[in-house]
């Protein structure tokens, strides 16, 4: 599987939560080029705070994995995490974190906050950005929108 592919299958996951009524996020593990996770926003369906896509992804990957470190795997999210989700793939050890699009309200992978590779920390990933960013950005800008009017 590509990091294309990749996040192609979080913007499928973003638009599953669109249809659903959640704001627009997705997300996949990848580990060994294949997908063992896959999540999207669901703090409304699941009356959870933390439903973030990310969160949602990061447990199940770690239940199917048998672990809470992630040692190996890549996040692919179409937005830019926030502080929580930012701490969380911390915790699990990702490799890496691939994200669409910057957040310039709460991205904490460097747009408003560095939590991410901060020097004190213990833990550093590699992060991309801008795969498929327009897109991305696009759905969000769209389902605001549409709330709107």
Known sequence: MTDLEAMQSALAEARLAAEA???????????????VAAGQNRVLRDVDPTAHAEIVAMRTAAAV??????????LFVTLEPCAMCA??????????LVFAAPDPKAGAAG???????????NHQM????????????????????????
């Open 21 to 35: 009524g959640e704001v627009p996020i997705g997300a996949v593990v990848v580990r060994d080029g294949g997908i």
């Open 65 to 74: 994995l048998g672990n809470y470190r992630l040692p190996g795997c890549t």
């Open 87 to 96: 701490g969380a793939m911390i915790h699990a050890r990702l490799d890496r």
């Open 111 to 121: 747009s408003v906050l560095a939590v991410l590779n901060h020097p004190q920390l």
């Open 126 to 149: 590699m992060v991309e950005q801008g795969m498929l960013g327009e897109e991305a950005s696009e759905l969000l800008r769209n389902f605001f929108r549409e709330r709107r009017s």
